[in-house]
């Protein structure tokens, strides 16, 4: 599956969870609007980790960059050669 | 005596001006100038208030300038302050200006962009809406005498009926606080302060005077930073960081704390929810130059009750995994009570009580509820809290949850039959319920709520919540079933709904 329609059905499913079934523009604000909360962001933070190699340990977190999901594509593409994606 | 809250920052504006006081977003504010914006705040209040007794400043403002001289100005002017959170919903807003019919209301840009048609309509005081329109700055100005038993502020809280709570909190109690804080840890002025929590949460009553009674500065952290502040406490050399234990919770399990990656903490004082022992023990490798405190508090007892201090071995709550509450502050009385407020025994769990100096008046025009939840016993103002305790012979008392329906959301206090009340309505059916799910660590991670009404979607209920009360107390779920389950006493059972969400057996309407 293309990973842009990943992530956009992973947050989906975030923000379905919360009884949020609004949909969302790609630069739509999801973590600053308060539309997902902290356990939200943990969860998705564990998710990119598992499923793309984002150390954010070593990288730094920074909520801005979940922020949306063109800030999370973004992300994905600023992931250091020799992590597969 | 003077014990405006504002006294101690002017006091040492007079000693220490250029003294660094406040750095927010970009701006860095020394004591002289922040006083100086504290004194042209107060005397706007008193012009623009001018016809009104002393009363309420609404501050609809967090994390600005504004904000923080919007609290010291209310003060200032003999006033008290009451913090108002831009984030919340509309009605929600107009509501508590109606209760308070605030003297004057100080807005920053956040708060501004509150102000609806709905909200100005509800709030007939003047709003000031710029700094701009502050009067000059006059030097032979000081704040104004208020007396200890006088209002310093109110800070709201969930209102089980479905109307929010007042606690109304006088200057002695902060008084107390800051002062029995700065015996407890020596702050002083090279002490560099976080201020994570939200203006209308009590935690910042601790930051702000705090800091301001040490002569030291105070540092807002941003809310994107809010979650993962390792930048942000190494950037600014923080020496002391108080918050919610979430945020160690989230950096421990983003592996985020590194030993020795805040060399420049010495205090940590984590409150409003459970600390877990494992994210606490991570946070002391982080900070090993810092002690890590779990303190109890409630919002009727000014912000701190209790403390803890983590040792090796550490004092732990059994079967929870959660560092205990410990022993009371200096100044405060603790006891274990039954439901009559009989004071119970070691290992006996009852309702944890409160006497001291930092015990609230009671709670705005209801003196009913202040009446049952301040008893005076023997001539002494207790608080009953509402925490199911129980004390060890050592005097260490341990946290198991709560007598009442009463439930934290992510350090947020709510009041299941708050939201229970407005579902009602909602609904146009006495037959609801609202349960705390999923629990972790003795933290609700949010609310499910139940109807049995035909035609009621779970969207009309979501909502309407969202319209009255704040986003954290809103229903992640909203089911719907045939009948509520009951007790033998006839009330809905929830205990049994948990368990129905936990077996996974509830159908979703």
Known sequence: MNERLAIREYLQNLLRQTGDRNGFADNDSLLMSGRLDSVDTLDLVVFLEEKYGIDFAARGFDKNDLDSLDGIMALIGATPPGVSL | MNYNLAAPMFQHSLAQPSRLALSVADREVSYAELAALSQRMAHWVATAGASRPRGFVGILASRSVEAYAGVLGACWSGNAYVPLNPELPEERLAQLLGIIQPVALIADDAGRKALSGRVREACAAPILNSLDELPVFDPADRPCDVAAEEVGYMIFTSGSTGVPKGVLVPNRAVHHLVNMLQDVYGFGPDDRFSKAYNLSFDGSVHDMFTAWNAGGSLHPVPAAMLMAPMKFIQERELTVWASVPSTAVFLERLRMLRAGAFPSLRCTIFSGEPLPLRSALAWQQAAPNSVVDNICGHTECCVFSTLDRLTDPPNVT???????????????????????????????????????????????????????????????VWYRTGDLVYREPSGIYHHLGRIDQQVKIRGHRVELGEVEAHLAEICGSDAVAAVAWPVDHGSARGVVAFHCVEGVTAEDVRDGLMRRIPRYAVPQQVLRLTSLPLTSNGKIDRKLLVEMLEREVVAVS
Request: hydrophobic share 40%; aromatic share 8%; net charge negative.
């Open chain 2, 318 to 380: 059994p079967k929870r995994g959660l560092v205990a509450i410990g022993k009371p502050l200096p100044g405060f009385e603790a006891a274990v009570f039954d439901e009559s407020c009989n004071p119970l025994g070691t290992d006996q769990e009852g309702e944890l009580a409160l006497a001291g100096p930092q015990v609230a008046l009671g709670y705005f025009g209801d003196a009913a509820r202040t009446a049952a939840r301040f008893p005076v016993i023997d001539g002494r």
